[in-house]
């Protein structure tokens, strides 16, 4: 059904990558916004990934543009890989904001892969998390606060 909402979930390995998608837009790093955690969690079992890191995208008759072209049409793509792949639980793609490393999107079809708790969740503002912030966003040119 065209326009139908799904739950997904973004997630990387590294924490650069993580603060390079998230905050892309803005460039600064928002250590003060109160819904801003650092998540880190295990998945309870292998999932079904399409991996876009390789030659599938050229196949498929696209390009390294499902990563890095405008939002829209990777959301397009995105459906119909939904559609066309209904075992596929999620896409693991490379991060055009952090150079090709790897993230991936997570479908609600891989829900019964989450942990019940994460391993880490903490506020963006915990002093703790500070340095590692800091380097984060130095080395993307990003501002933090």
């Avoid at 942990?115 to 590692?132: F, R």
């Amino acid at each position: 059904m065209a326009g139908e909402l799904r739950g997904v979930l973004y997630a990387a390995r590294d924490l650069v990558t993580c603060v390079a998608e998230v905050f892309q837009g803005s460039r600064l790093v928002d250590r003060a916004a109160a819904d801003r955690c650092l998540a880190g969690f295990r998945l309870t079992r292998s999932v079904r990934l399409l991996d876009l890191t390789g030659h599938w995208p050229t196949r498929a008759g696209a390009n390294e543009a499902l990563a890095s072209g405008p939002r829209p049409r990777a959301q397009a793509w995105t459906r119909a890989m939904y559609k066309a792949y209904p075992r596929i639980e999620g896409i693991w793609y490379p991060s055009s904001m952090h150079g090709g490393n790897p993230a991936l999107v997570l479908f609600e079809r891989a829900e019964t892969a989450l942990p019940s708790t994460a391993d880490l969740d903490v506020p963006l503002s915990h002093p703790g998390l500070l340095p590692d912030l800091v380097r984060a966003a130095a080395s993307l040119g990003y501002l933090i606060r």
